[in-house]
């Protein structure tokens, strides 16, 4: 997966790339996501959508089947592209923040939780490197059945290492700068 993360006036542009699909969103530091794209040809999915106030509106393809729904959420900012922006997400005065997350299998929203899990030093690439970790869970109830932790680079919060729950398995992804 290629993650490309470039900024402007308007915000910050991230765009993932990896096995076919594409997902761009535009972020907006203390706003979050006000826009988003998934196009993956090999689900049939070529999705677009807008943030106004409390309501996520989502058109074009789901799985072959066109779509347009309305989801309400609350004030909490939308985040969906997990691991670059996470000083934008969770400043270093903030050691927790809800977000909502759009699954983009179903179109169900979910509430969300980043929280500072603490200080490692990490072995990336042959070189020790020194990073904060953050933990993803769930909001609410759920929050010790699902966990998804990403570790990043004290200096400019860069993204270094991930490791996700996903299809049964583990993922894990080194970034190497």
């Known amino acids: 997966m290629e993650l490309e993360v470039s ?48 309501r996520i509106r989502v058109m074009g393809r789901l799985k072959g089947t066109e779509v347009t729904r309305e989801l309400r959420i609350d004030t909490a900012p939308w985040y969906q592209i997990f691991g670059p922006g996470i000083g934008d997400l969770l400043s270093s005065d903030s050691g927790r923040m809800e977000f909502w997350v759009l699954n ?22 042959g070189t020790q490197v020194d990073t904060f970790k953050i933990h993803f869970s769930p909001a609410g109830a759920l929050a010790p059945f699902w966990g998804a932790d990403f570790w990043y680079r004290p200096s400019d919060s860069a993204l270094l290492f991930s490791r996700l729950p996903e299809n049964g ?3 894990i992804t080194t970034i190497i700068w």
Do not use: F, N, Q
């Open 104 to 125: 983009p299998d179903d179109l169900a929203t979910h509430k969300m939780l980043a929280r500072r899990a603490g200080a490692e030093r990490l072995e990336i690439a």
């Open 7 to 54: 900024r402007s006036a308007e915000g910050m542009k991230v765009t993932s790339e990896g096995g076919g699909r594409s997902e761009e969103s535009l972020w907006v530091p203390g706003r979050g996501i006000l826009s988003w794209r998934l196009t993956d040809p090999a689900t049939g999915s070529d999705l677009r959508a807008e943030r106004t106030g409390d």
């Open 169 to 171: 398995g583990l993922t």
